[in-house]
Structure formats: structure tokens, C-alpha cells
């Protein structure tokens, strides 16, 4: 059989018609800028206006009510490629938006912001969506004065930098001075008798001060731990451990982090030492020590730490 011919139905110079008193209002306020709607009998208010009421056939009335122009999204449908004819070059939305003021929604075009052609969706994309029109700068009377729909913004992303100084305090600056010197020292408290490193000044159990001076050991054990898929600058690798770690001496467990030794082989009553940075590279700082690494002693049983876990 032969193809059938293609057809072209074309009105040269564009089909011109009259629009009538209530969509020549409607477009002449989307030429000014404006989103209006008109009010019926019952008191709805119709977005895009028609001449009559489609729930009872009334006429309209003459008051006019400007609304938006933010809006909702009722609902939508997403166009992954889209085609010559679209209002957009790029995936975009054709959605029903209720304009505020409004008790009708109007279809228009919203743009999510997406380039990639045949993207899905973006998450942010979902029915009660609140957006706004972009106007064209020139504008003829016509729904497309209105480029398409964008949404509000809702969130910002600024840099941020606070520079400070931290005053360590008569205990704390006490107990980094001994890290400078590559020791550790601790308070004892004169109530419980627990050795508490880094030394606070006080003993937040009984609530006394601490004065009384302790060196401990830079060995101690792990009493728990998590393992850390996040980059952080002080640790070796992702992923890293940082733990508690009960140090010989001392009754209250300090976090550090824990290297040498691959993350999901890092285990409660692991026995570990400080790896300190090279003595010329020492200040009153924590980072004198790099991390703890294991050493070559047994466990520590779980009976013996539990009240630190």
C-alpha cells in the first residue's frame, strides 16, 4: 500500500480571535505583571478566570482579586527529554500550582533547576511545593509572559568562619604544659580517689576540687570504640577508629584515635601506646600525640573494664 501523505493544517500569521472581557483582563494583568483571578457568585475565586461558574454555570462577577504570585504545587508530572515545542530546553515539570488567594490551580511549566537531560526528579520535587513565577522583561498579553515556575527559596548555603581564642584554664593549661614535656598528668580527687586525665580542676563525680598532681602512663586500653567513614585531617586513612582509652593510672577514659592496625581489627581491651610526633615538633598541644597504636601485650579482660565501657 502506499504511505499516507503528511498534512499540515496552518494558519498563516497566526489564528487571530477575540478573547473576551474576562481572559482579555487576565491577559492584559499578565502583560502588567500581575496574576489575577475573578470571583464568582459563590464566592470562589477562579485561576485562570473563565465567564462562568463550571460548578453551576453562573456568570462571573465583575470583582476582580489579585493573587500570588507564590503558589503550591498540587500536583505534577516530570518530562525527562523534552521536545522542540516545550516551553524549556531542559527536564522540567508540567504541574498544576494553586496561586495564594486562589481556589483554582493553573498548569504551567516549573523549572527545578535540573540540566541533565533524562534526569529524574529531584527529591525536593512533591506536591505541596511552594514557587514563585519568573516573568519575562517583555511581555505581550499572553499565559507565556509567565517563563515558567521556580521554587521558593527555602535554603542557603553560606561560608562560615569564626576565628577565636580558647583561654585552657588553670587545670587544663597545667596539663598541656606536662604534654609539652611529653608527660601526662592527671588530679587526683581527695574524695573517691580516682585519678581523672585530662585533669578539669575538679571531680565532677563528688563535685570537689582537685589539686593533687598524678603522672600516668602513655599505655593504656581500649574500652570501646567506633569505626569512622567520614575524612577527618587527623586521622591516617578512612576508615579510622576513635575510641576510649582507660590509661594506666588513670580512672577515667580519654578519647583519642587509634591507628597502626586496620579499623575492623580494633577491639575492646586491645592494649595500646601514644605515637608521639618528634620531640622538636612538641608544643602544649594534644597533638604532640598522633594517635595510639596497638602493642604486643594480651587483652585486657572484659571483667576488668566493664564498669568503663
Known sequence: MPSSPNHVLEFPGGYTRSVGPVIGRFLTELRDGRLMGVRTAG?????????????TGEAVTDEWVEVGPSGTVQTWSWVAHPRPEHPLDRPFAWALIKP???????????????????????????????????????????????????????????????EYTLGAGRALGRFLEGIAEGRILGHRCPVCDSVIVPMKGMCARDGVPTTEEVEVAD???????????????????????????????????????????????????????????????????????KWFEPIDEPDVPFERIKDYV
Open 219 to 289: 599505655t593504656g586500653t581500649v574500652t570501646t570504640f567506633a569505626v569512622n567513614n567520614i575524612p577527618d585531617p587527623r586521622a591516617p586513612e578512612v576508615p579510622f577508629v576513635s575510641a576510649y582509652i582507660l590509661l594506666d593510672g588513670a580512672d577515667i577514659p580519654m578519647l583519642a584515635l587509634v591507628a597502626g592496625i586496620p579499623a575492623d581489627q580494633v577491639r575492646i581491651g586491645m592494649r595500646v601506646k601514644a605515637a608521639w610526633r618528634p620531640r622538636e615538633e612538641w608544643g602544649p598541644t594534644m597533638a604532640n600525640i
Open 100 to 162: 495564594d488567594g486562589a481556589d483554582t490551580a493553573l498548569l504551567h511549566a516549573l523549572d527545578m533547576g535540573v540540566h541533565e537531560a533524562g534526569a529524574k526528579p529531584p527529591r525536593q520535587l512533591k506536591t505541596g511545593l511552594r514557587v514563585r513565577p519568573k516573568w519575562r522583561a517583555e511581555r505581550s498579553g499572553h499565559i507565556s509572559d509567565i517563563e515558567c515556575f521556580r521554587p521558593e527559596v527555602t535554603m542557603i548555603t553560606a561560608p562560615t568562619r569564626q
Open 43 to 55: 464566592g470562589r475565586v477562579l485561576v485562570p478566570p473563565t465567564e462562568y461558574d463550571p460548578a
